[in-house]
């Protein structure tokens, strides 16, 4: 059953993905110390935590791994950028297959409560709670291409820059690597004269829903679709509610979340 669940969480496709980019092992330079643990059983773990929620010191066994062992490498990990790349590398796959929708780029945030730790503040509509805020950008069918995490009561607005540079160049079918979709779309929140400027010379065309004038109706044609897409980071229960202190460890398993999200879409194309 132990075996049964490793696939599960860790299928060999994705492995075949992540396995290149770990970092390799470091003994430690006055020797000693334990034996090694083998890259995927301590990947699994990570994946494991991440998805049921549970705390690093209630790691089950069966993954062959201790819960001081587990944490470290992820943070080794995390330290070397290795969820940021696996998400690219997932990405990679899908708009090598033409499966990226590049008509028009959507984004939005939701609030999480968090218990401690950096990139925290005060959540405005949660009675002042302290909180993180997840913002995430996807393309036209929802599948996130790239995610942030800031304090809750960082408006949502000062995201938009950052998300579209952070943008990686990801590949197409045929001709070079692609990074720039043709629409931006955004709810009201996101609505400025500099945000609108901005876009156009970058050669981008706004699709931002203006105070007071464009209907809620109108935008959730499209709304939905991230709507969607942060629902699916939030089946993760590990993001349900921050719990890391750091928040360079929360935003690792948002983007180790973003990259499952995108290989379950991966997967569906090779069964």
Same mark, same amino acid.
């Given at each position: 059953?132990?075996?049964?669940?490793?696939?599960?969480?860790?299928?060999?496709?994705?492995?075949?993905?992540?396995?290149?980019?770990?970092?390799?092992?470091? *003994?430690?330079?006055?020797?000693?110390?334990? @034996?090694? =643990?083998? !890259?995927?059983?301590? $990947?699994?773990?990570?994946?494991?935590? +991440?998805?049921?929620?549970?705390?690093?010191?209630?790691?089950?066994?069966?993954?062959?791994?201790?819960?001081?062992?587990?944490?470290?490498?992820?943070?080794?990990?995390?330290?070397?950028?290795?969820?940021?790349?696996?998400?690219?590398?997932?990405?990679?796959?899908?708009?090598?297959?033409?499966?990226?929708?590049?008509?028009?780029?959507?984004?939005?945030?939701?609030?999480?409560?968090?218990?401690?730790?950096?990139?925290?503040?005060?959540?405005?509509?949660?009675?002042?709670?302290?909180?993180?805020?997840?913002?995430?950008?996807?393309?036209?069918?929802?599948? *996130?291409?790239?995610?942030?995490?800031?304090? @809750?009561? =960082?408006? !949502?607005?000062?995201? $938009?820059?950052?998300?579209?540079?952070? +943008?990686?160049?990801?590949?197409?079918?045929?001709?070079?690597?692609?990074?720039?979709?043709?629409?931006?779309?955004?709810?009201?929140?996101?609505?400025?004269?500099?945000?609108?400027?901005?876009?156009?010379?970058?050669?981008?065309?706004?699709?931002?829903?203006?105070?007071g004038i464009e209907s809620g109706e109108r935008l959730g044609r499209h709304r939905w679709k991230i709507e969607r897409s942060i629902a699916w980071l939030f089946g993760y229960r590990r993001l349900a509610v921050r719990y890391?202190?750091?928040?360079?460890?929360?935003?690792?398993?948002?983007?180790?979340?973003?990259?499952?999200?995108?290989?379950?879409?991966?997967?569906?194309?090779?069964?």
């Amino acid at each position: 059953m132990a075996v049964d669940l490793a696939r599960e969480l860790v299928p060999d496709g994705l492995w075949k993905i992540a396995a290149p980019l770990i970092p390799p092992f470091q *003994p430690r330079q006055q020797g000693g110390g334990t @034996a090694p =643990v083998a !890259d995927r059983k301590v $990947f699994t773990a990570v994946v494991y935590v +991440l998805t049921s929620g549970c705390a690093w010191r209630y790691l089950p066994p069966m993954f062959g791994t201790s819960p001081a062992t587990a944490h470290r490498r992820f943070t080794t990990w995390t330290k070397a950028g290795l969820w940021r790349r696996l998400h690219r590398a997932v990405l990679d796959e899908l708009g090598a297959r033409g499966e990226l929708d590049w008509t028009s780029a959507i984004i939005d945030a939701a609030s999480v409560r968090a218990k401690r730790g950096s990139l925290t503040g005060p959540n405005p509509v949660d009675r002042g709670k302290k909180g993180s805020k997840l913002h995430v950008l996807s393309e036209a069918q929802g599948i *996130p291409l790239a995610v942030a995490v800031s304090g @809750a009561n =960082v408006h !949502d607005s000062q995201a $938009f820059k950052p998300l579209l540079l952070g +943008l990686p160049a990801i590949r197409s079918p045929r001709g070079p690597r692609r990074r720039r979709p043709v629409k931006v779309r955004a709810d009201k929140a996101y609505f400025s004269a500099e945000h609108l400027a901005w876009l156009r010379s970058r050669r981008l065309i706004p699709r931002i829903a203006r105070p007071g004038i464009e209907s809620g109706e109108r935008l959730g044609r499209h709304r939905w679709k991230i709507e969607r897409s942060i629902a699916w980071l939030f089946g993760y229960r590990r993001l349900a509610v921050r719990y890391e202190r750091k928040g360079s460890h929360f935003l690792a398993f948002l983007g180790l979340a973003a990259a499952l999200t995108c290989y379950k879409k991966l997967a569906k194309l090779t069964t």
